[in-house]
């Protein structure tokens, strides 16, 4: 169980590493913000196998907080990508 779980975790980081690749070049903004977002939706469940894996349950706190703060920078970029002024 826990081999499968270092595996699924090694996954991740490198499919983050390539939705960082596709944010830095991403031929339109849309793309870069939603590479952004998928970046950030990784590291969330990385953090929370991580957690599992380390048996530091609060660690999982630090995956929700990080979870807020990559939704809310998603809908400001969008906000202003789409209006020109984040609010």
Excluded: C, Q
């Amino acid at each position: 169980m826990m081999l499968a779980l270092e595996l699924t975790a090694a996954a991740l980081l490198l499919l983050t590493f390539l939705s960082l690749y596709r944010a830095a070049v991403g031929p339109t903004v849309a793309d870069r913000v939603v590479a952004v977002n998928v970046v950030s939706t990784k590291t969330v469940a990385v953090i929370a196998v991580v957690s599992y894996l380390a048996d530091a349950h609060f660690f999982l706190d630090v995956a929700l907080v990080y979870a807020l703060i990559g939704f809310l920078t998603t809908v400001g970029v969008a906000n202003y990508v789409e209006r020109g002024k984040v609010w």
